[in-house]
C-alpha cells in the first residue's frame, strides 16, 4: 500500500463498497478512507490546524500515518487540543506527563519538538505574523498540481520549505516529512488520476 508521503508509482486501485475509485494507499480500512475521502488533499487555510497537521506529520516520522491517524484524538487531547499558547507554556512536568501517556507517540525528542514549534508559532503571532499567510506563500497561494502517476517523497521546493521551517526553529520538518503535509494540508493535490477525489479537490 503506498501511504501519504510515501514515493512510488501511484494508481487509483482502492475502492470500498460504494465502488469509487480511490488513491491506492486508501486501502480497505475505513478510518484512512474517510481521511482519503474527508480531509487529505484538501486546502487548508486555517493557521492553528495548518501547526496541528505540521506536528503530527512530525510525530509520524518513522512510523506509518494510520498510526498516527488513530491516536490523533488523544494527540490532541495530550496536546490541549493543539492550541499554540497553551503548548508553548508546557514545562518539564508536561513532558513528563507526555511521556507517561501510552494514547500517543511517546518520543521525547518529538514532544519536545511540538513544543518548540508552538513556541515558534506563538513568537510568529506575537510579531503580528500569519503561519497560514508563511505556509502558503511558498507556493503563491495557489495549490500545486500533483502529475497524477507518481508520488515523490520530497521535492526541491519541500526541500526549501524544509530549510525555511528549520531556520526558524521548527524540529522534524526534513523534506520528506514537509512533503507529506504539503499533501494532507492541499498545498500539492496529488490524488492520482482515476481517484475520484482529484478533480473536486482541484475545483474546491
Not at 488513491?23 to 475505513?30: E, H, P, V
Not at 531556520?167 to 492541499?186: E, L, N, S
Request: aromatic share 10%; with cysteine; hydrophobic share 45%.
Amino acid at each position: 500500500m503506498l501511504a501519504p508521503g510515501r514515493s512510488g508509482p501511484a494508481n487509483a486501485s482502492a475502492m470500498a463498497m460504494d465502488d469509487k475509485p480511490r488513491c491506492g494507499w486508501a486501502g480497505d480500512d475505513a478510518q484512512m478512507r474517510a481521511y482519503h475521502d474527508h480531509e487529505w488533499g484538501v486546502p487548508q487555510r486555517d493557521s492553528r490546524m495548518l501547526w496541528e497537521m505540521l506536528m503530527l506529520e512530525g510525530f509520524q516520522a518513522g512510523l506509518a500515518w494510520i498510526t498516527i491517524l488513530r491516536k490523533r484524538e488523544a494527540f490532541r487531547v495530550a496536546f490541549a487540543g493543539f492550541d499554540p499558547a497553551r503548548v508553548a507554556a508546557f514545562g518539564e512536568a508536561d513532558v513528563q506527563r507526555l511521556l507517561g501517556d501510552a494514547g500517543i507517540v511517546r518520543s521525547r525528542a518529538k514532544i519536545e519538538a511540538t513544543i518548540a514549534g508552538a513556541r515558534v508559532y506563538q513568537a510568529m503571532a506575537d510579531r503580528g505574523e500569519s503561519f497560514a499567510d508563511l505556509c502558503w506563500g511558498y507556493i503563491d497561494g495557489v495549490p500545486l498540481p500533483g502529475d497524477g502517476h507518481t508520488v515523490p517523497a520530497s521535492t526541491p521546493l519541500s526541500a526549501d520549505i524544509s530549510k525555511d521551517l528549520k531556520r526558524r526553529g521548527f524540529k522534524f520538518v526534513g523534506p520528506t516529512i514537509v512533503y507529506a503535509w504539503m499533501q494532507a494540508v492541499g498545498m500539492v493535490n496529488d490524488h492520482v488520476t482515476g481517484c475520484y477525489r482529484r478533480e473536486q479537490v482541484r475545483t474546491g
